[in-house]
């Protein structure tokens, strides 16, 4: 290749490099157009509940989630199946299901549950990614949105969303490591509405194995009262931890 012909690739490269707008700014954006740092500083916790469907299998449920500071706790109750419960206590993170049974989290699990468990993922991502890096841009339900990898200082990359328009962040990609390998997730969000000067979606859609799980809640409340020990291992689990340390 002659170096004028070089020229021009770098000069279109950069060009093109030069018209995305950064990964930082984009999360500087969502930030400020879903409520803005003093709206999330004031969020010490969030509870949410409503209902899980399985539309392919035509099986529905109830899912409650809560947070708080680096504390989480998600369970899912199906008829005819029974409970699925996961939780991060800042320390343990665990599941317990009719499934796979009680068990701890360990390794690249343990740190992607850590990581989920944080409330101010968003105002904090400096402390939890190394890099945010916008690689194009892709139509998300039809809608133009930039693509934008985030970096973490531990685990795999995610992929987040944000729609060019509104500035939202409206899908989320993520590989995860699970007791049956990794698995590769689609997590998108709709219906934004404002809950104490937050735009909260109500509708997140997960897509994971072929299969979709539709979240829809019907209660979203932040600084609620939580429940006593919600965020406390479930006694199952806490006999399992007892034996590791045997």
């Not at 899908?171 to 934004?192: C, E, H, K």
């Not at 509708?203 to 006593?228: C, D, W």
Request: hydrophobic share 40%; with cysteine.
């Amino acid at each position: 290749m002659n170096r004028a012909a070089l020229s021009v690739i770098v000069c279109v490269v950069t060009a093109a490099a030069a018209d995305l707008p950064s990964g930082e700014s984009l999360m500087q954006k969502y930030i400020d157009r879903s409520g803005g740092a003093d709206a999330y500083a004031k969020a010490k916790n969030v509870a949410m509940s409503g209902v899980v469907q399985m539309p392919a299998q035509n099986i529905s449920g109830t899912v409650e989630i809560y947070e708080e500071g680096e504390k989480s706790y998600t369970g899912m109750e199906f008829a005819g199946i029974g409970k699925i419960e996961e939780g991060y206590d800042g320390k343990n993170g665990w599941q317990n299901s009719v499934l796979q049974g009680p068990r701890l989290l360990e390794g690249d699990e343990l740190v992607s549950a850590k990581r989920a468990a944080q409330l101010s993922v968003l105002t904090s991502w400096h402390d939890i990614y190394k890099s945010a890096e916008t690689t194009g841009s892709e139509d998300i339900d039809g809608k133009p949105a930039w693509k934008v990898t985030m970096t973490p200082k531990e685990g795999m990359p995610e992929t987040f969303y944000f729609d060019k328009d509104s500035g939202m962040l409206v899908r989320i990609a993520a590989v995860f490591s699970t007791a049956l390998g990794d698995i590769s997730t689609d997590s998108t969000m709709a219906d934004f509405r404002q809950v104490e000067g937050i735009l909260t979606p109500f509708v997140m859609t997960e897509k994971a194995m072929g299969q979709n799980i539709v979240l829809k809640f019907n209660r979203i409340g932040y600084n609620v009262t939580m429940p006593p020990g919600r965020f406390d291992m479930p006694e199952a689990v806490r006999a399992v931890a007892a034996k590791k340390k045997q």
